[in-house]
């Protein structure tokens, strides 16, 4: 749907893992039990959504790198992927390399669809 809410719930799981607050007692079915909190609690967290039921386009990966120069974020988190690409063609690697040009740390996932079981599919 044409709304920039998250559809299926991954964006703010990964925001929360980012900069979720502290959960006192938190346990997977009483195993593990304590604190639970992302990386930096209570951080300040913009989110740009480039996924729609159809898939996510380069345009819009490579439109959500540039607002988020534009609006000076320090650090970005991609937990998107797809299918492997030529390094120097892919919008995540051409997003992420202008980004550090501009001094903004980029953190990406691996991607879970790669060729075959246990291969990465973004290299960037």
């Given at each position: 749907y044409k709304s920039p809410r998250d559809a299926d719930g991954h964006g703010s799981h990964t925001s929360s893992t980012a900069g979720g607050n502290v959960v006192e007692g938190a346990s997977l079915?009483?195993?593990a039990e304590g604190d639970a909190r992302g990386g930096v609690p209570g951080a300040r967290i913009a989110m740009y959504k480039v996924c729609w039921p159809l898939g996510c386009s380069d345009a819009d990966i490579l439109a959500a790198f540039d607002d988020a120069i534009y609006d000076g974020v320090d650090l970005l988190s991609l937990s998107l992927g797809g299918s492997a690409s030529v390094y120097f063609e892919g919008s995540i690697a051409i997003g992420a390399f202008h980004s550090i040009m501009k001094g903004i740390t980029v953190a990406c996932s691996a991607?879970?669809?790669?060729?075959?079981?246990?291969?990465?599919a973004n290299v960037a």
């Open positions: 079915y009483g195993l991607g879970n669809d790669g060729p075959i079981f246990a291969v990465a």
